[in-house]
């Protein structure tokens, strides 16, 4: 059964715009973006959409995107570097 919680945390998200951020991803989260391993961490411009999947600007241009489940964590306010 999902936690109650955790769709309210979702719509927060996704309400919000675009910052700067590092995603952490899963290691066990069985999805590998291209050119991004798993238990790796991604830092850019980070937006989480209605759907709950996360998007990442790199600092190179670069934009990788994770379903929810592949991502452990977000740390906003990090350098987007």
């Known amino acids: 059964m ?5 769709d309210l945390d ?7 715009e675009a910052n700067p951020g590092t995603v952490h991803l899963a290691h ?4 590998v ?3 991004v391993a798993l238990g790796e961490s991604v830092k850019g411009i980070v937006r ?3 759907r709950g ?3 990442v600007t790199q600092a190179d ?3 990788v995107s994770f379903p929810p489940h592949a991502v ?5 306010g990090e350098p987007a570097s």
């Not at 979702?10 to 919000?16: D, E, I, K, P």
């Not at 066990?28 to 999805?31: D, H, L, M, N």
């Not at 452990?72 to 906003?76: F, I, K, L, T």
């Open 2 to 6: 999902a936690d109650p919680g955790s």
């Open 10 to 16: 979702n719509r927060v998200m996704a309400s919000l």
């Open 28 to 31: 066990e989260a069985g999805y």
């Open 33 to 35: 973006s291209p050119g």
């Open 48 to 50: 989480i959409d209605e």
């Open 53 to 55: 999947w996360v998007h």
């Open 61 to 63: 241009g670069s934009r």
């Open 72 to 76: 452990e964590r977000v740390n906003w």
